[in-house]
């Protein structure tokens, strides 16, 4: 008889999980709450899916044990992602190792994947609501949801986080993780705008302007990046403010005082930036204060940073002394924003926390607390930072997951069973991966070396 998988979630990880569990020859069904599954991939990459990165490496994922991301992205890595979509269809588009499809479109993504499932036989119940996991009479699981009983040999939970809750990440995928013996790190939004204290960024909204953002915590400098920032009517937004958002918010909860400081001309040492603003003031001396930052800075910008320095607008620049340049200065290198909360989750695109990760194999995704249970994607107290590494955690870890629920262990590629692979006319054929010359080592002559990151 074959192996009965189940999965809670039919996500980026859940789909994953489904794929590899039906190809390793179990019987799979995923219980999906809302009316389609991966709703939140449609919205990834500025809907065209940023499904990887080819730098993968520790620094870029965050977790309360900092080895288990990489662990698990080591088990299904990059170039077998690249190959596992390569095989659905996908064509990865390369910007600066940053990886799309080559469509542009994540909708191709979700479509891939969708097709698979529905061609290797994987039962989808949508608008399925799990009520209550039960031991299953003969060892597995019961699951009892409001289209009936399912009944499992083994469990995949793939229930994501709280982020984006519109997508279908409610958070009731952590309840049922409890219910099931485990515990969470308090799940908190991450990869989130910041919200600050003061009345100018009601002026300042709209600006977008490249920017370095450090970030300290009760004095401490916590995290930095640079990119371009987006200033609101509320406060910080963009790719530099969101990758070093997971502290801010941690910090916080933790009633921890938060400060963001932001070098508005991040090329330019502070020495090097004060005689530009000195010469600038002697050139057109005659010229009032508010026009020193014209063609230098974003015009609102440059006004309201002679605000904080002091200076009115109609002093004469000629007229600056040293000690108004430094004032100014300081606001230009060193603008402090007083970080008071993070934006909601629906306005988060992942989590930092989730199910406790001491309690997971890494290696096969299987919980440490339930047998047969198995966890994957972002209901893990896991998080990456923006550029593909959650999607990436996501098909590692529901790859996994569906190999091990399946009975088909860790093992590497080169001993994975018979799967059947469709080709372009639609017709299928078996064969096995051990078999099928590696197209990793195409990829990897295809790669780009690290680079200098470039966000999407
Ligand atoms: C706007 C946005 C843009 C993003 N862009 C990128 C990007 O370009 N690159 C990148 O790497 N990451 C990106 N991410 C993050 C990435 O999408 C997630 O990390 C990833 O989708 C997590 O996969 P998952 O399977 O764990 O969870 P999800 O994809 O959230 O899937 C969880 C599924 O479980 C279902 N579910 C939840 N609870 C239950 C329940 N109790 N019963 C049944 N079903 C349930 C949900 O409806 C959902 O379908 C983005 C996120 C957002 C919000």
């Given at each position: 008889?074959?192996r009965?998988?189940?999965?809670?979630?039919g996500?980026?990880?859940?789909?994953?999980?489904a794929?590899?569990?039906?190809?390793a020859?179990?019987?799979?069904t995923?219980?999906?709450h809302?009316?389609r599954?991966g709703?939140k991939?449609?919205?990834?990459?500025?809907?065209r899916?940023?499904?990887?990165?080819?730098r993968?490496?520790?620094?870029?994922?965050?977790s309360?044990?900092?080895?288990?991301?990489?662990?698990?992205i080591?088990?299904f890595?990059v170039?077998?992602?690249?190959?596992?979509?390569?095989?659905?269809?996908?064509v990865p588009?390369?910007?600066?190792?940053?990886?799309?499809?080559n469509?542009?479109?994540?909708?191709?993504?979700?479509?891939?994947l969708?097709?698979?499932?529905?061609?290797?036989?994987?039962?989808?119940?949508?608008?399925?609501?799990?009520?209550?996991?039960?031991?299953?009479d003969?060892?597995?699981?019961?699951?009892?949801?409001?289209?009936?009983?399912?009944?499992?040999d083994a469990?995949?939970?793939?229930?994501?986080?709280?982020a984006?809750?519109?997508?279908?990440?409610d958070g009731?995928?952590?309840?049922?993780?409890?219910?099931?013996?485990?515990?969470?790190?308090?799940?908190l939004?991450?990869?989130?705008?910041?919200?600050?204290?003061?009345?100018?960024?009601?002026?300042?909204?709209?600006?977008?302007?490249?920017?370095?953002i450090?970030?300290?915590i009760?004095?401490?400098?916590?995290?930095?990046?640079?990119?371009?920032?987006?200033?609101?009517?509320?406060?910080?937004?963009?790719?530099p403010?969101?990758?070093?958002?997971r502290?801010?918010?941690?910090a916080l909860?933790?009633?921890?005082?938060?400060?963001?400081?932001i070098?508005?001309m991040?090329?330019?040492?502070?020495?090097?930036?004060?005689?530009?603003?000195?010469?600038r003031?002697?050139v057109?001396?005659?010229?009032?204060?508010?026009?020193?930052?014209?063609?230098?800075?974003?015009?609102?910008?440059?006004?309201?940073l002679?605000?904080l320095?002091?200076?009115?607008?109609?002093?004469?620049?000629g007229?600056?002394?040293?000690k108004?340049i430094?004032?100014?200065l300081?606001q230009?290198?060193?603008?402090?924003a007083?970080?008071m909360?993070?934006?909601?989750?629906?306005?988060?695109?992942?989590?930092?926390?989730?199910?406790?990760?001491?309690q997971?194999?890494?290696?096969?995704?299987?919980?440490?607390?339930?047998?047969?249970?198995y966890l994957?994607?972002?209901?893990?107290?896991?998080?990456?930072?923006?550029?593909?590494?959650?999607?990436?955690?996501?098909?590692?870890?529901?790859?996994?997951?569906?190999?091990s629920?399946a009975?088909?262990?860790?093992?590497?590629?080169?001993?994975r069973?018979?799967v059947?692979?469709?080709h372009g006319s639609?017709?299928?054929?078996?064969?096995?991966?051990?078999a099928r010359?590696?197209?990793?080592?195409?990829?990897?002559k295809r790669s780009?070396?690290?680079?200098?990151?470039?966000?999407?």
């Amino acid at each position: 008889m074959k192996r009965r998988v189940g999965i809670i979630g039919g996500g980026a990880s859940g789909l994953a999980a489904a794929i590899e569990a039906a190809r390793a020859g179990a019987q799979v069904t995923i219980i999906e709450h809302m009316d389609r599954v991966g709703k939140k991939i449609l919205s990834t990459g500025n809907g065209r899916c940023n499904l990887t990165n080819l730098r993968m490496e520790s620094d870029c994922f965050r977790s309360s044990q900092k080895s288990f991301p990489m662990k698990v992205i080591e088990g299904f890595p990059v170039e077998e992602t690249l190959e596992f979509f390569g095989i659905l269809g996908i064509v990865p588009k390369n910007r600066n190792g940053y990886i799309y499809p080559n469509s542009d479109q994540a909708s191709s993504v979700l479509d891939v994947l969708r097709s698979e499932t529905s061609h290797l036989g994987v039962e989808v119940l949508l608008s399925c609501h799990v009520k209550e996991i039960r031991e299953g009479d003969h060892g597995g699981f019961a699951i009892l949801t409001d289209q009936g009983r399912v009944d499992t040999d083994a469990l995949i939970l793939a229930a994501g986080s709280k982020a984006a809750p519109a997508t279908g990440s409610d958070g009731s995928g952590y309840e049922l993780a409890k219910s099931l013996g485990h515990t969470l790190i308090k799940p908190l939004p991450a990869l989130v705008q910041l919200r600050c204290q003061g009345s100018m960024y009601k002026q300042l909204a709209g600006i977008r302007t490249d920017a370095r953002i450090c970030l300290t915590i009760d004095g401490k400098k916590t995290a930095e990046d640079r990119g371009e920032l987006q200033l609101t009517d509320y406060g910080l937004s963009g790719i530099p403010v969101f990758q070093v958002s997971r502290f801010a918010a941690r910090a916080l909860d933790e009633g921890k005082k938060v400060r963001a400081y932001i070098d508005f001309m991040p090329e330019w040492e502070a020495k090097d930036a004060f005689y530009l603003l000195r010469k600038r003031a002697d050139v057109v001396g005659y010229k009032p204060a508010e026009e020193l930052f014209t063609g230098m800075l974003n015009k609102k910008l440059g006004a309201v940073l002679l605000k904080l320095a002091g200076i009115s607008p109609e002093k004469k620049a000629g007229e600056l002394s040293g000690k108004q340049i430094a004032k100014l200065l300081g606001q230009l290198k060193e603008y402090e924003a007083i970080v008071m909360s993070v934006n909601p989750f629906a306005n988060a695109q992942v989590c930092c926390g989730g199910v406790d990760t001491r309690q997971v194999d890494p290696s096969t995704m299987e919980s440490k607390i339930r047998k047969d249970l198995y966890l994957a994607g972002e209901i893990l107290d896991v998080d990456g930072i923006c550029g593909g590494y959650n999607l990436q955690f996501a098909w590692s870890s529901g790859v996994l997951a569906g190999r091990s629920a399946a009975g088909a262990g860790s093992s590497g590629p080169g001993e994975r069973q018979a799967v059947r692979v469709s080709h372009g006319s639609g017709a299928s054929a078996s064969r096995s991966f051990a078999a099928r010359p590696s197209r990793t080592e195409e990829h990897k002559k295809r790669s780009i070396p690290k680079e200098k990151r470039n966000h999407r």
